[in-house]
């Protein structure tokens, strides 16, 4: 019978290793891989958040634009894309510059 408390006694017969690679305790939860995974997607992309009308106006521009033409975006929509496009900047990508 082997005593616990005893650390100076060594046993008679070697305890064999086990099979396979030894585990090093810092394993993550498959909870935690997905909070990482999650926090990594975040990093990747900003969403943004524009009205109606500045989409269209937008999408408008875009469309010119691939076509070879010249669609300028009326400056109130140019003025809310853009406080859009910072606040969500701002809101998004700061917190990440924190941790």
């Not at 498959?30 to 990594?40: E, F, G, N």
């Not at 009205?51 to 400056?75: E, F, M, T, W």
Request: charged share 25%; proline share 9%; aromatic share 2%.
């Amino acid at each position: 019978m082997r005593d616990p408390n005893d650390t100076q006694t060594h046993d008679l017969l070697p305890i064999p290793r086990r099979r396979g690679r030894p585990s090093t305790g810092t394993a993550l939860t498959p909870a935690q891989k997905q909070a990482r995974y999650r926090q990594r997607q975040r990093a990747r992309s900003v969403t943004v958040t524009f009205s109606r009308a500045a989409i269209d106006a937008l999408d408008s521009h875009i469309r010119a634009l691939v076509a070879g033409l010249d669609a300028p975006i009326p400056p109130e929509h140019a003025a809310s894309i853009l406080e859009s496009i910072r606040a969500a900047t701002l809101a998004q990508l700061a917190p990440l510059a924190e941790s």
